[in-house]
């Protein structure tokens, strides 16, 4: 794990990049950050979370970082002992977790953890849509304030551009740099359910309502119907090994 502060004193907030490690938007947002000519009002931290697996290329050595929460400092598998540094050094800060996937849709916010200040931290992003994943549990972000973005299909010079340009944004909402920013109102797609599968190519389109009988996935001629209505969130042919991906509802847009 890399970690450096930018600024002097205690950081009231956590830049962190490469919960898996092959995700660098958020590195290259860093490098940009520092590269550019803000000035910082109040210290923040940057972590690079698995500086090994990014090094290697890799998503993670043993297992996924971001499953991986509590942790564990004594355990074998290099992301469970990671877990626990992790925990330690985002405790206090509130967070922005920068990854990119290989479901469309982009850019958008995650929350998990349910909590009210986490949703509220998703207007500061400038994005129009926020997933609550909290149905899932789980993430990095789940015991801190904190939101995760989905900046861009892999791992592109897209995805890079949109973690510095929601960096930036979130900086100034926050009132950590000066520089003109709109506070938005997210749609709000709360996860309720997962749609398991191995080896089905994903048909419709996430985000856009999938009516009840509709089919969203087909697989060798066989199909995949929705029982009922549901909007598809990180869905995708192949993102997952055993899911398509998840089924979500529209809910009231996150409150000021
Ligand atoms: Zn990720």
Known sequence: MHVET?????????????????????WHALNRLKAGDVTLQAPVKFVLA???????????CDTDLNRAMPGDASSDQHEVRLAARLRRELEGTTVIDFHSTESRG????????????????ARSTGLD????MSY???????HVTGIAIE??????????????????????AEGLIDRPYVRSTPTVYEVFGDASGRGFEFVAENFRRVEAG???????GSVRRADEA?????????????????MAQRAAPVAE
């Not at 004193?9 to 092959?22: K, S």
């Not at 982009?106 to 931290?121: K, N, Q, V």
């Not at 849509?129 to 609550?132: F, P």
């Open 106 to 121: 982009c850019p958008y916010a995650i929350a998990t953890g349910g909590d009210a200040a986490s949703r509220r931290l």
């Open 129 to 132: 849509r926020l997933v609550d």
């Open 136 to 142: 899932v549990g789980g993430g990095v972000t789940e």
């Open 214 to 220: 509709e089919v969203f996935a087909t697989k060798n």
């Open 50 to 60: 698995n500086e090994r697996a990014f090094k290697l290329g890799y998503r993670f």
């Open 230 to 246: 549901f909007y598809p969130v990180l869905m995708s042919t192949y993102g997952y090994e055993e899911r398509i991906g998840f």
């Open 151 to 172: 900046c861009g299909y892999y791992d592109d010079e897209g995805a890079a551009s949109s973690a510095h340009r929601i960096l930036l944004h979130f900086l100034a």
């Open 6 to 26: 930018l600024g002097d004193g205690r950081p009231e907030y956590t830049i962190l990049a490469c919960v898996h490690g092959d995700e660098t938007c958020g």
